[in-house]
């Protein structure tokens, strides 16, 4: 059985919409541009969803296959964790 991980943004760290649609993460040593995709997923941290369900609402929003989704999303939240800009608890 897998264990239930609910990812959370580090604490500093915040995502930052533009009115024009861009998105970056902001961090105490500055700000990471995201591309769309990124941010898509991104948008859906809230420390209290599941990974599983944010990847079902990335292939909901997005015309992409689950395990792309879960591929995609699952290295995108990995190396941010290396980054320590989220958690994955």
């Known amino acids: 059985m897998n264990p239930v991980v609910r990812p959370a ?3 500093g760290v915040r995502l930052r919409t533009e009115d024009d649609g861009s998105a970056m ?3 105490p040593e500055g700000a990471v ?3 769309a995709s990124a941010a898509a ?3 859906l941290v ?3 969803r599941t990974l599983d369900e944010i990847i079902a ?3 909901a929003r997005v015309d992409v296959a ?3 989704a879960r591929d995609d999303v699952t290295a ?3 190396r941010l964790r290396l980054r320590r800009m989220l958690v994955l608890s």
Do not use: H, M, S, T
């Open 9 to 11: 943004f580090e604490r």
């Open 25 to 27: 993460l902001l961090v």
């Open 33 to 35: 541009k995201l591309n």
């Open 41 to 43: 997923a991104l948008a």
């Open 46 to 48: 809230n420390g209290e």
């Open 57 to 59: 609402e990335v292939c």
């Open 66 to 68: 689950d395990e792309r």
């Open 76 to 78: 995108l939240f990995e």
